[in-house]
Protein backbone atom coordinates (compact mmCIF):
# COMPACT_ATOMS: atom_id res chain seq x y z
CA UNK A 1 0.00 0.00 0.00
CA UNK A 2 1.32 3.18 -1.03
CA UNK A 3 1.51 6.41 1.82
CA UNK A 4 0.12 9.35 0.58
CA UNK A 5 2.46 12.33 1.72
CA UNK A 6 1.27 16.09 2.49
CA UNK A 7 3.92 18.14 2.21
CA UNK A 8 3.43 22.00 2.93
CA UNK A 9 5.86 24.50 2.45
CA UNK A 10 7.46 26.63 5.11
CA UNK A 11 5.55 29.89 3.47
CA UNK A 12 2.50 28.34 3.47
CA UNK A 13 3.09 27.83 7.68
CA UNK A 14 4.21 31.72 7.55
CA UNK A 15 1.47 32.54 5.97
CA UNK A 16 -0.82 30.80 8.37
CA UNK A 17 0.84 31.85 11.14
CA UNK A 18 0.43 35.38 10.38
CA UNK A 19 -2.86 35.23 9.57
CA UNK A 20 -3.59 33.67 12.99
CA UNK A 21 -1.47 36.11 14.77
CA UNK A 22 -3.26 39.21 12.92
CA UNK A 23 -6.43 37.79 14.25
CA UNK A 24 -5.87 37.18 17.66
CA UNK A 25 -3.88 40.81 17.69
CA UNK A 26 -7.47 42.49 16.11
CA UNK A 27 -9.98 40.39 18.03
CA UNK A 28 -7.99 41.86 21.28
CA UNK A 29 -7.68 45.21 20.17
CA UNK A 30 -11.56 45.14 19.42
CA UNK A 31 -11.95 43.77 22.77
CA UNK A 32 -9.76 46.81 24.51
CA UNK A 33 -12.31 49.21 22.06
CA UNK A 34 -15.06 47.54 24.00
CA UNK A 35 -14.09 48.00 27.72
CA UNK A 36 -12.92 51.31 27.06
CA UNK A 37 -16.52 52.04 25.22
CA UNK A 38 -17.89 50.49 28.18
CA UNK A 39 -16.17 52.66 31.04
CA UNK A 40 -16.89 55.92 29.14
CA UNK A 41 -20.69 54.51 28.79
CA UNK A 42 -20.92 54.27 32.81
CA UNK A 43 -18.80 57.51 33.55
CA UNK A 44 -20.91 59.46 31.32
CA UNK A 45 -24.08 58.05 32.86
CA UNK A 46 -22.86 58.52 36.20
CA UNK A 47 -21.75 62.31 36.02
CA UNK A 48 -25.42 63.06 34.39
CA UNK A 49 -27.36 61.64 37.43
CA UNK A 50 -26.98 64.22 39.84
CA UNK A 51 -27.61 62.35 42.65
CA UNK A 52 -28.39 63.39 45.88
CA UNK A 53 -25.20 63.92 48.09
CA UNK A 54 -26.72 61.64 50.76
CA UNK A 55 -27.38 59.27 48.01
CA UNK A 56 -25.31 56.35 46.95
CA UNK A 57 -25.01 55.30 43.38
CA UNK A 58 -23.67 52.39 41.00
CA UNK A 59 -23.46 51.96 37.23
CA UNK A 60 -22.22 48.83 35.47
CA UNK A 61 -22.94 48.80 31.22
CA UNK A 62 -24.19 45.83 30.08
CA UNK A 63 -21.84 43.97 27.45
CA UNK A 64 -21.33 44.70 23.86
CA UNK A 65 -22.14 41.70 21.60
CA UNK A 66 -18.77 39.57 20.70
CA UNK A 67 -19.92 39.81 17.02
CA UNK A 68 -19.74 43.49 17.03
CA UNK A 69 -16.78 45.40 15.42
CA UNK A 70 -16.10 48.93 17.25
CA UNK A 71 -14.32 51.46 14.86
CA UNK A 72 -11.48 53.62 15.67
CA UNK A 73 -12.84 56.56 15.87
CA UNK A 74 -10.32 59.59 15.55
CA UNK A 75 -12.29 62.43 16.84
CA UNK A 76 -13.77 60.90 19.78
CA UNK A 77 -17.34 59.37 20.46
CA UNK A 78 -19.89 61.91 21.70
CA UNK A 79 -22.54 60.21 23.97
CA UNK A 80 -26.31 61.13 24.51
CA UNK A 81 -29.11 59.85 26.57
CA UNK A 82 -32.55 61.74 26.96
CA UNK A 83 -33.94 63.04 30.35
CA UNK A 84 -36.77 60.09 30.87
CA UNK A 85 -34.23 57.58 30.15
CA UNK A 86 -31.97 58.95 33.41
CA UNK A 87 -35.07 58.19 34.93
CA UNK A 88 -35.00 54.45 34.59
CA UNK A 89 -32.92 51.68 36.24
CA UNK A 90 -31.66 51.01 33.17
CA UNK A 91 -30.66 53.77 31.46
CA UNK A 92 -30.15 53.47 27.33
CA UNK A 93 -27.01 55.82 26.31
CA UNK A 94 -26.41 56.67 22.22
CA UNK A 95 -22.26 56.58 21.80
CA UNK A 96 -21.93 58.03 17.95
CA UNK A 97 -18.58 58.59 16.08
CA UNK A 98 -19.08 61.91 14.49
CA UNK A 99 -16.04 61.64 11.68
CA UNK A 100 -17.85 58.29 10.85
CA UNK A 101 -21.36 57.93 10.68
CA UNK A 102 -21.09 55.04 12.86
CA UNK A 103 -22.78 55.26 15.91
CA UNK A 104 -24.06 52.23 18.94
CA UNK A 105 -26.77 52.22 21.54
CA UNK A 106 -25.86 50.63 24.89
CA UNK A 107 -27.45 49.81 27.91
CA UNK A 108 -26.45 51.22 31.34
CA UNK A 109 -28.01 49.64 34.54
CA UNK A 110 -27.63 52.42 37.12
CA UNK A 111 -28.69 52.03 41.14
CA UNK A 112 -29.22 54.75 43.33
CA UNK A 113 -29.52 54.03 46.68
CA UNK A 114 -29.93 56.21 49.99
CA UNK A 115 -30.03 55.13 54.11
CA UNK A 116 -32.63 54.48 55.18
CA UNK A 117 -34.47 53.86 58.33
CA UNK A 118 -36.62 50.40 58.69
CA UNK A 119 -38.38 48.99 61.38
CA UNK A 120 -36.34 45.25 61.94
CA UNK A 121 -39.36 43.88 63.80
CA UNK A 122 -42.62 43.90 63.39
CA UNK A 123 -44.60 46.42 66.30
CA UNK A 124 -48.00 47.36 67.42
CA UNK A 125 -49.85 50.97 67.56
CA UNK A 126 -48.47 52.63 70.69
CA UNK A 127 -44.85 51.12 70.96
CA UNK A 128 -41.76 53.06 72.06
CA UNK A 129 -39.04 53.38 68.89
CA UNK A 130 -35.85 52.45 70.27
CA UNK A 131 -32.49 50.79 68.71
CA UNK A 132 -34.24 46.97 69.20
CA UNK A 133 -36.49 47.69 66.84
CA UNK A 134 -35.20 49.86 64.24
CA UNK A 135 -32.15 50.03 62.11
CA UNK A 136 -29.89 51.01 58.59
CA UNK A 137 -30.28 49.87 55.64
CA UNK A 138 -29.23 50.95 51.89
CA UNK A 139 -32.38 51.42 49.39
CA UNK A 140 -33.59 51.79 45.95
CA UNK A 141 -34.81 55.79 45.72
CA UNK A 142 -36.94 54.35 43.18
CA UNK A 143 -38.57 51.91 45.66
CA UNK A 144 -39.53 54.77 48.42
CA UNK A 145 -43.15 56.68 47.93
CA UNK A 146 -42.79 58.55 51.05
CA UNK A 147 -40.65 60.80 53.00
CA UNK A 148 -37.89 58.58 55.31
CA UNK A 149 -35.67 59.15 57.95
CA UNK A 150 -31.84 58.43 57.48
CA UNK A 151 -30.69 57.86 60.92
CA UNK A 152 -31.99 56.56 63.86
CA UNK A 153 -31.69 58.92 66.39
CA UNK A 154 -34.17 61.14 64.30
CA UNK A 155 -36.95 58.12 65.39
CA UNK A 156 -35.66 57.01 69.15
CA UNK A 157 -38.34 57.93 71.44
CA UNK A 158 -41.49 58.19 69.15
CA UNK A 159 -44.53 56.27 69.37
CA UNK A 160 -46.03 54.21 66.31
CA UNK A 161 -49.66 55.08 65.39
CA UNK A 162 -50.21 51.73 62.77
CA UNK A 163 -49.32 48.15 63.01
CA UNK A 164 -45.98 47.78 60.67
CA UNK A 165 -44.01 44.81 58.97
CA UNK A 166 -41.14 44.43 59.49
CA UNK A 167 -38.28 45.64 56.87
CA UNK A 168 -40.31 48.82 56.35
CA UNK A 169 -39.23 51.70 56.25
CA UNK A 170 -40.07 54.34 59.34
CA UNK A 171 -42.29 56.88 57.43
CA UNK A 172 -43.09 60.19 59.66
CA UNK A 173 -46.88 59.59 59.03
CA UNK A 174 -46.48 56.68 60.84
CA UNK A 175 -45.29 58.48 63.96
CA UNK A 176 -46.17 60.84 66.93
CA UNK A 177 -43.26 62.12 69.55
CA UNK A 178 -46.53 63.20 71.43
CA UNK A 179 -50.17 61.70 70.59
CA UNK A 180 -53.04 63.26 70.83
CA UNK A 181 -54.92 62.44 74.73
CA UNK A 182 -50.85 61.84 75.71
CA UNK A 183 -49.89 64.18 79.23
CA UNK A 184 -47.31 66.56 78.10
CA UNK A 185 -45.20 68.81 79.66
CA UNK A 186 -45.27 72.68 78.59
CA UNK A 187 -42.90 74.47 78.71
CA UNK A 188 -42.25 78.35 78.09
CA UNK A 189 -39.65 81.36 78.83
CA UNK A 190 -35.98 82.21 78.02
CA UNK A 191 -32.90 81.43 78.30
CA UNK A 192 -32.23 82.91 81.98
CA UNK A 193 -35.89 82.05 83.04
CA UNK A 194 -38.24 78.80 81.51
CA UNK A 195 -41.82 77.46 83.52
CA UNK A 196 -42.93 74.35 83.33
CA UNK A 197 -46.59 73.03 83.63
CA UNK A 198 -48.59 70.10 82.69
CA UNK A 199 -51.24 69.52 79.79
CA UNK A 200 -52.91 67.40 77.61
CA UNK A 201 -52.26 66.98 73.60
CA UNK A 202 -55.20 67.70 71.55
CA UNK A 203 -53.68 66.49 68.34
CA UNK A 204 -50.69 64.24 67.19
CA UNK A 205 -47.40 65.79 66.90
CA UNK A 206 -43.82 64.91 65.09
CA UNK A 207 -40.81 66.47 66.05
CA UNK A 208 -41.20 70.21 65.25
CA UNK A 209 -44.87 70.15 64.87
CA UNK A 210 -46.86 72.72 66.22
CA UNK A 211 -49.78 71.57 68.06
CA UNK A 212 -53.25 72.61 70.27
CA UNK A 213 -52.57 71.40 73.77
CA UNK A 214 -55.00 72.04 76.90
CA UNK A 215 -53.27 73.80 79.89
CA UNK A 216 -54.41 71.01 82.83
CA UNK A 217 -54.26 74.10 85.22
CA UNK A 218 -55.61 77.05 83.06
CA UNK A 219 -57.70 75.07 81.11
CA UNK A 220 -56.72 77.43 78.41
CA UNK A 221 -55.74 75.52 74.84
CA UNK A 222 -52.68 77.13 73.41
CA UNK A 223 -50.62 76.37 70.67
CA UNK A 224 -47.36 74.82 71.26
CA UNK A 225 -44.44 73.19 69.21
CA UNK A 226 -43.06 69.51 69.82
CA UNK A 227 -39.89 69.74 70.93
CA UNK A 228 -39.19 65.70 72.43
CA UNK A 229 -41.34 62.83 73.48
CA UNK A 230 -43.96 64.07 75.83
CA UNK A 231 -42.73 67.79 75.81
CA UNK A 232 -44.10 70.88 73.63
CA UNK A 233 -42.43 74.94 73.76
CA UNK A 234 -44.59 78.10 74.20
CA UNK A 235 -43.11 80.98 72.79
CA UNK A 236 -43.43 84.01 74.88
Given at each position: ??????????????????????????ASQ????????????????????????????????????????IPS???????????????????????????????????????????????????????????NNV??????????????????????????????????????????????????????????????????????????????????????????????????????
Open positions: MKKSHYYQSPFNFIAILYFTLTTVAANNLAKQQLIIQAEQFVFQNLSPNPTNKVTVSAMPIDERINCTTGLVFSVSPEALKQSNVTVKAQCPSSNWYIFMVVKALQTQAVVVFSSAVSPGTILTSNIVNMDVKRLRSTTFSKVEQVLGARIKRRVSAGRPVSPQNLCYVCKGDSVVISAGSETMRVKTSGIALEDGKMGDTIQVRNSRSNKLIQAKVTSTGQVEVNI
